[in-house]
């Protein structure tokens, strides 16, 4: 019987952290691959997890914004354990509260990541799901404050259940070009470049389970989504630092997340 993986993302600090760290004093029975983007500061943590006796631990470097990088971390576990048990999708980024940067380019840089990062990793790696798999989807509560900011019309798309992947990209491009162009709220779009890549939770959900169904056939995997509410991380020290309340993602600039 081949050997149990399971693979977490954005996993140098933070949440990503304390997922691995969480599994190992579970007693994960398989190898657990800690995956950063930043190989540096992954060996270095991958150190200290083995200082703290968690010897199960790996790490391979995976950049959800590079497709390449995606489909290189697949082919190891091909070739290494040929499959995948465990995908907890967690890397993502924010701005700081404060940043300079205009909206527009905001809006681009966080979709990039959130949104078309995930789905791009998630596609290289479904295909390696065996039966009885688990997928993790890692949000935020703010995805619910963003989501009830929406246009009425927006949140009655987000929240159908026959919502296409299609249309879903699609919704996510309109929100960038609208950031852009500087009418997103007018067009019924929340004011946060964060918030606006984290409004579909259920939908993401929804869309996992189909995709793997219909592209691969595969039935047998139990798909979650697990929402953080006010948790203190690299992505929301900068607001507890200057007494701001904080939610997730809220206060961290590009240069973090994994």
């Known amino acids: 019987m081949a050997k149990q993986v399971a693979v977490v993302t954005?996993?140098?600090?933070g949440i990503g952290l304390a997922?691995?760290?969480?599994?190992?004093?579970?007693?994960?029975?398989?190898?657990i691959i800690l995956t950063a983007r930043n190989e540096k500061l992954g060996q270095e943590t991958l150190?200290?997890?083995?200082?703290?006796?968690?010897?199960?631990?790996?790490?391979?470097?995976?950049?959800i914004c590079d497709q390449t990088s995606a489909e290189g971390l697949r082919k190891f576990l091909d070739k290494n354990y040929g499959g995948l048990d465990v995908l907890i999708n967690n890397a993502g980024i924010a701005?700081?509260?404060?940043?300079?940067?205009?909206?527009g380019e905001q809006a681009e840089v966080t979709m990039r990541t959130n949104f078309w990062g995930t789905l791009w990793a998630s596609k290289a790696l479904l295909p390696l799901l065996r039966p009885n798999a688990r997928v993790v989807n890692v949000s935020s509560f703010f995805s619910k404050r963003a989501l009830d900011k929406c246009s009425p019309e927006l949140q009655a798309k987000f929240r159908s259940a026959d919502i296409s992947e299609e249309e879903l990209c699609g919704l996510m491009g309109e929100f960038v070009v609208a950031a852009q162009n500087g009418n997103?709220?007018?067009k019924g779009w929340p004011n946060t470049a964060y918030g606006a890549t984290?409004?579909?939770p259920n939908t993401a959900y929804g869309i996992t389970k189909v995709t793997l169904n219909k592209a691969y056939g595969i039935t047998k995997v139990g798909i979650a989504v697990l929402l953080v509410?006010?948790?203190?991380t690299a992505?929301?020290?900068?607001?507890?630092?200057?007494g701001a309340v904080p939610y997730p993602g809220a206060c961290s600039g590009p240069d973090a997340g994994g």
């Open 95 to 103: 701005f700081k509260v404060d940043a300079t940067e205009p909206f």
């Open 19 to 31: 997922i691995v760290q969480g599994l190992c004093k579970a007693g994960y029975a398989g190898d």
């Open 235 to 242: 992505l929301s020290s900068a607001g507890w630092r200057n």
């Open 184 to 186: 997103h709220e007018a």
């Open 47 to 63: 150190q200290k997890l083995k200082s703290e006796g968690f010897n199960n631990v790996l790490f391979h470097r995976l950049d």
């Open 10 to 13: 954005g996993a140098n600090k």
């Open 229 to 232: 509410y006010l948790t203190a």
């Open 198 to 200: 984290k409004v579909t």
